[in-house]
T-cell receptor
Framework: LAKTTQPISMDSYEGQEVNITCSHNNIATNDYITWYQQFPSQGPRFIIQGYKTKVTNEVASLFIPADRKSSTLSLPRVSLSDTAVYYC????????????FGQGTELSVKP | GAVVSQHPSWVICKSGTSVKIECRSLDFQATTMFWYRQFPKQSLMLMATSNEGSKATYEQGVEKDKFLINHASLTLSTLTVTSAHPEDSSFYIC???????????????FGAGSRLTVL
């Protein structure tokens, strides 16, 4: 499992776009990048997953460059409710495999 | 969507007692479930992998006699903290993969977590 590195914390203001970058230099060919969100005293929640280029869903976008050594989670127009910890994981394409969490990025959105 | 239910959401117990936490997959079958613990302001730490019908696989440093895991059915895994002590106080979270929702890697659905406080 590839180790991931993220900023420990980030601050933003309501309405801004937030980009959280994750480094995964040792990502393997069959690893996918997955992002989870966790609120205090709750279990993590899946946000988005990608393998390369760009993936977009109703809550976020994920940008992955050609070399796949990093990825960027983009949250458009954040609100106070987006204050949470965001985890980036690089995991294998085999269903049921365990996930090892890194330190995560604590995002604080201010009014 | 896939739902994992965890119970109880919080529990307070006296030192030396045992506490059982249940994890259920409500709308899917899970041959494998995972148990994590999380201390305040820290990341999730994988404790063990729970396998239906067989013994759990514990991560290095996790005492299997202390944290008993039973996965008796395809929808239920239990974690029992035996002879709990104050240092076992933590947030315990279970998870399961609901199958091939995506063409990519495994995506886990997590329970809401169980806050254990040992007095």
């Amino acid at each position: 499992l590839a180790k991931t590195t993220q900023p420990i914390s980030m601050d933003s203001y309501e309405g801004q776009e937030v980009n959280i970058t994750c480094s995964h230099n040792n990502i393997a060919t069959n690893d996918y990048i997955t992002w989870y969100q966790q609120f205090p005293s709750q279990g993590p929640r899946f946000i988005i997953q990608g393998y390369k280029t760009k993936v977009t869903n109703e809550v976020a976008s994920l940008f992955i460059p050609a070399d796949r050594k990093s990825s960027t989670l983009s949250l458009p127009r954040v609100s106070l409710s987006d204050t949470a910890v965001y985890y980036c994981l690089a995991s294998r394409g085999n269903q049921g495999g365990k996930l090892i969490f890194g330190q995560g990025t604590e995002l604080s959105v201010k009014p | 969507g896939a739902v994992v239910s965890q119970h109880p959401s919080w529990v307070i117990c006296k030192s030396g007692t045992s506490v059982k936490i249940e994890c259920r997959s409500l709308d899917f079958q899970a041959t494998t479930m995972f148990w994590y613990r999380q201390f305040p302001k820290q990341s999730l730490m994988l404790m063990a992998t729970s396998n239906e019908g067989s013994k759990a696989t514990y991560e290095q440093g996790v005492e299997k006699d202390k944290f008993l895991i039973n996965h008796a059915s395809l929808t239920l895994s239990t974690l029992t903290v035996t002879s709990a002590h104050p240092e076992d106080s933590s947030f315990y979270i279970c998870s399961a993969a609901p199958g091939q929702l995506y063409s990519g890697a495994n995506v886990l659905t997590f329970g809401a977590g169980s806050r254990l406080t040992v007095l």
